[in-house]
């Protein structure tokens, strides 16, 4: 006659417990990097579709209205932050902007009034940028000009970019120590916008006079 026992059931042991936690940490402590690259790339991107949709709202408004639209960027030298405001001129003339309203504002400045997270300008081409009152005015047939001189951003010299194209480049940044990879929007003088990989920018700078290589 055969008889069957049963076992009690084997509860885990202190020791299990906590090999299985440190196995644990461990592979949290191996995912926190690749999450937070994830975030950093999340942030400069989110940035960059902002800049996209503000150039989209600018040609759609300048041909629904007839008025020239202006996108202003408040820095305009390398590693300043990210800022910039949509304008509507009071007429078709890229300098009514002066005279205009304000309609859309953004900022990754460091603490800024909507928590975001601190992006800036790492570079951009062509040089006309780096003048003070070379904003983005789109006109209502949708083409891009510079604002101050009614003229096409300057083509480079070596034609890698195409004519009154530019080209901006963004990063995060946290305590002035650059974070993560950049992204780059190139804004056509059709009036489109959208990203692009990395283009050479130090092969896009043109005469920075407007108009002209």
């Given at each position: 006659?055969?008889?069957?026992?049963?076992?009690?059931?084997?509860?885990?042991?202190l020791?299990?417990l906590?090999?299985?936690?440190a196995?644990?940490?461990?592979?949290?402590?191996?995912?926190?990097?690749?999450?937070?690259?994830?975030w950093?790339?999340?942030?400069?991107?989110?940035?960059?579709?902002?800049?996209?949709q503000?150039?989209?709202?600018a040609?759609?408004?300048?041909?629904?209205?007839?008025?020239?639209?202006?996108?202003?960027?408040?820095g305009?030298t390398?590693n300043?932050p990210?800022?910039?405001?949509?304008?509507?001129?009071?007429?078709?003339?890229?300098?009514?902007?002066?005279?205009?309203?304000?309609?859309?504002?953004?900022?990754?400045?460091?603490?800024?009034?909507k928590?975001?997270s601190?992006?800036?300008?790492?570079?951009?081409?062509?040089?006309?940028?780096?003048?003070?009152?070379a904003?983005?005015?789109?006109?209502?047939?949708?083409?891009?000009?510079?604002?101050?001189?009614?003229?096409?951003?300057?083509?480079?010299l070596?034609?890698?970019?195409?004519?009154?194209?530019?080209v901006?480049?963004?990063?995060?940044?946290?305590?002035?120590v650059?974070?993560?990879?950049?992204?780059q929007v190139q804004?056509?003088?059709?009036?489109?916008?959208?990203i692009?990989v990395?283009?050479?920018i130090?092969?896009?700078?043109?005469?920075?006079a407007?108009?002209?290589?």
């Open positions: 006659m055969n008889r069957q026992f049963a076992h009690p059931e084997r509860g885990t042991t020791i299990e906590l090999v299985g936690l196995i644990l940490v461990v592979l949290a402590g191996l995912a926190v990097p690749g999450v937070m690259s994830l950093r790339g999340y942030n400069v991107r989110s940035a960059a579709d902002d800049i996209i503000a150039v989209d709202f040609r759609t408004q300048a041909q629904a209205n007839h008025r020239a639209y202006v996108i202003t960027l408040g305009t390398v300043a990210l800022v910039f405001d949509v304008w509507q001129g009071t007429s078709t003339a890229c300098a009514s902007w002066v005279g205009g309203q304000k309609v859309r504002s953004i900022t990754y400045a460091p603490n800024n009034s928590n975001l601190p992006v800036q300008i790492s570079r951009f081409a062509p040089l006309d940028l780096s003048a003070a009152t904003h983005l005015c789109i006109k209502p047939d949708s083409r891009v000009l510079r604002a101050d001189l009614s003229l096409p951003y300057s083509p480079p070596g034609s890698t970019l195409g004519a009154g194209d530019v901006i480049e963004l990063a995060r940044v946290e305590d002035t650059v974070l993560g990879n950049p992204v804004i056509g003088y059709n009036g489109t916008a959208r692009v990395n283009r050479p130090e092969e896009l700078f043109g005469s920075g407007g108009g002209n290589p």
